[in-house]
């Protein structure tokens, strides 16, 4: 198209115009002349049409080829609808303009392709065109092929990289289209420059991550589904496997990694790769070594790497052979560390493993348990929020499902230090940590993890801590989820306030009757109690009963809890706030505290007895509530009796027929309490 090479002009004029034109530019038509602009004021006036014969001419210098490029960049950045109209409206035009680009891009070193490459990929996306994205991709292929030197084939890997992942169905055409590339790329895999790995482990990676939506009206399927011709997949496992195992920077580890997790979203993928072994590596003791690395990014890109894998379809059979290959005891070791995401991730890969019995069984806890704790202190300590709840959620969850038989806060230090922790996090300014706490404690309280004799004392301090934090909530003024009377008050709270009150009092309410059943429990254990002999300037004042003890919990009852429940007492969904205070009088009333009558008197005036028939009519349905709030009745209103009678010399009731009265008062004659 064009017969005549010219010399390259660049020109300022007096008002700071740069023009990129040819000595031939008056022959061509003025529509290939186009003006960029900075800044709303004209900055350039370039020809489309000279930039091919200048591109074209080998007479001008590499350099001012390089400006000329950037000018096009630039041109392609702002003026790209108009660009992309002209090349359209002339094919011819646009692929022999992309021609010269490539043929430029091969010519410069490899450390100044990274305008040209920009602008081959700003082109080839505008101008949407299958054709010339296909045209530019038989050409990279065949020049890498031909060249056989990977070095000198680094700036077309980055090309092709860069390519796939601006235009995902060009994935497919090359894994069906080009398997003599895919095979000269699994080669390069091994080749010994990190720059040409990395670069060859990104092609891939988008490779076996890209989704079918390149056929219009068919339903894209999931990710991983390209057809990549079998050897290229064993190809692929084998140096996967010889990369995680060798290299140690961390660009080519990271882009391993990823490639890695794509793989596993491919039942047949991740069953290929399992069953690899290379110079006697598989991939569970690659992921070992990958978890002791020095670099907190791979180790989270690892640990978040196991996360995808057990959570694929075959999950259980991989927790078998992780746990079999003592993965965990590495994810133990790792917690030594600062880097609050990688605490994060291992916590959160964690919790699928302690979801599990083998975890169990196969004692990992026990050996894991102090790691976690000295993890979850400098998490707490560091407010850190995230790494904090999810190490809460995991100690919360191995706490539950630890095996009796199997203890495993085995010495009295290791229950102070769980105190001491939960303690920050019910004390901590964020509510979920706050919360996970909660939930951590209620199960730290059953007596397998409580150590003999109880630190009631210790205990208190917790109890205290949580139940004194009520006063601070803030009055609830709807139901939780019902918005609309939120509505109806100009100085409604939010409902996310209303909500974390009814949270809060839930979860001190389950505390609370956790700690109820610990201290039934404990009344027929002479284990759980103090000797009868007193050591050598022993406090007294400390709580070494269990009446002591019951007594003080009373108190922040009194003080702190019933004053909130009753407050809130319109909105508080479910029974779990009475029941809880319902456990609580029956274990002072069982140990037969002093006033307590006096109590009793005062959960009359406050409309508690009332309440707990009203409470049994609605949950009439759930047995365990209805005989928690019977003996609940039965036995406050028999110390109000048992006060009155002494009080007046009367006759003394009978507890038979006050329990039948009780019952029938809140049977199913429709009887109103309010």
């Not at 490779?207 to 079998?230: F, I, Q, W």
């Not at 047949?268 to 990014?297: C, H, P, W, Y």
């Not at 429940?565 to 002072?588: M, R, T």
Request: glycine share 4%; charged share 15%.
């Amino acid at each position: 198209m064009y017969c005549r090479y010219t010399v390259f002009i660049l020109g300022i004029t007096d008002v700071g115009l740069v023009t990129i034109l040819s000595q031939n530019h008056n022959d061509h038509a003025t529509k290939w002349t186009i003006e960029t602009t900075e800044h709303s004021q004209p900055a350039s006036v370039m020809c489309i049409a000279c930039c091919a014969e200048l591109l074209e001419n080998e007479e001008v210098l590499l350099v001012k080829k390089r400006m000329l490029v950037s000018s096009l960049l630039s041109c392609v950045t702002h003026h790209q609808d108009k660009l992309s109209a002209l090349l359209l409206d002339d094919v011819r035009v646009a692929e022999h303009l992309i021609s010269l680009l490539l043929d430029y891009f091969l010519m410069v070193e490899p450390n100044s392709t990274e305008i040209i490459l920009e602008v081959l990929v700003q082109l080839l996306c505008k101008l949407q065109s299958d054709q010339l994205v296909v045209n530019c991709l038989e050409f990279l292929t065949s020049k890498m092929q031909q060249q056989c030197n990977y070095p000198r084939s680094l700036p077309v890997l980055s090309l092709i990289g860069r390519l796939l992942q601006e235009i995902p169905p060009l994935c497919h055409t090359l894994a069906i289209a080009f398997k003599p590339c895919l095979e000269f790329l699994c080669c390069g895999m091994s080749y010994p420059d990190n720059a040409v790995r990395s670069a060859i482990v990104y092609i891939f990676l988008h490779l076996y991550t890209c989704n079918r939506t390149d056929t219009p009206g068919k339903t894209a399927e999931p990710a991983g589904k390209v057809a990549m011709p079998a050897s290229v997949n064993a190809q692929v496992a084998k140096s996967l496997l010889i990369l995680l195992r060798t290299v140690e920077d961390t660009d080519v580890q990271l882009n391993t990694i990823g490639l890695l997790k794509s793989w596993f979203g491919d039942e047949a993928l991740t069953n290929m790769l399992m069953t690899t072994t290379v110079e006697g590596s598989t991939f569970f003791t690659t992921i070992k070594k990958m978890l002791l690395s020095r670099q907190d990014v791979v180790q989270v890109a690892s640990v978040q790497c196991l996360i995808t894998l057990l959570a694929s379809s075959r999950a259980p059979t991989y927790l078998s052979t992780l746990l079999e290959a003592d993965v965990t005891e590495f994810l133990f070791e790792a917690l030594a560390t600062t880097n609050d995401l990688l605490l994060e991730s291992i916590f959160c890969c964690l919790i699928i493993f302690a979801d599990t019995e083998d975890f169990y069984t196969k004692c990992h806890v026990i050996y894991g348990i102090d790691s976690i704790l000295r993890a979850l202190d400098h998490a707490i300590t560091h407010k850190h929020c995230m790494s904090s709840v999810q190490g809460l959620n995991l100690l919360s969850l191995i706490l539950e499902r630890q095996p009796q038989n199997l203890p495993m806060v085995n010495t009295p230090r290791t229950f102070t230090e769980c105190l001491r922790l939960l303690q920050a996090g019910i004390s901590h300014s964020h509510n979920q940590v706050s919360l996970a706490s909660s939930r951590a404690f209620q199960q730290l309280l059953k007596r397998q993890h409580v150590p003999s004799p109880v630190p009631y004392d210790e205990l208190l301090g917790v109890l205290g801590q949580l139940v004194s934090q009520l006063a601070i909530l803030p009055a609830m003024n709807c139901i939780p989820g019902d918005t609309r009377k939120v509505h109806q008050h100009s100085k409604a709270r939010s409902p996310q306030h209303t909500l974390h009150t009814q949270l809060a009092i839930k979860a001190t309410a389950t505390c609370l009757q956790a700690t109820a059943t610990l201290a039934m429990s404990c009344v027929d254990d002479p284990t759980a109690n103090v000797t009868t002999f007193t050591a050598p300037k022993q406090d007294t004042a400390s709580v070494s009963t269990l009446v002591a003890f019951a007594l003080q919990l009373l108190q922040l009852c009194d003080k702190y809890y019933i004053p909130v429940v009753l407050k809130n007492q319109p909105y508080l969904s479910g029974a779990v706030a009475y029941v809880a205070l319902a456990d609580i009088f029956l274990l002072v009333h069982r140990l037969q505290l002093e006033n307590l009558d006096k109590f009793c008197q005062k959960l009359s005036m406050n409309g508690l007895l009332r309440l707990a028939l009203d409470i049994k009519k609605q949950f009439r349905t759930n047995e365990r509530l209805v005989e928690t709030m019977d003996q609940f009745l039965t036995e406050a209103c028999g110390v109000l009796m048992s006060s009155c009678t002494t009080a007046q010399n009367g006759t003394p009731w009978h507890s038979v027929d006050l329990r039948s009265g009780i019952q029938q008062l809140s049977g199913n004659q429709g009887f109103q309490v309010w």
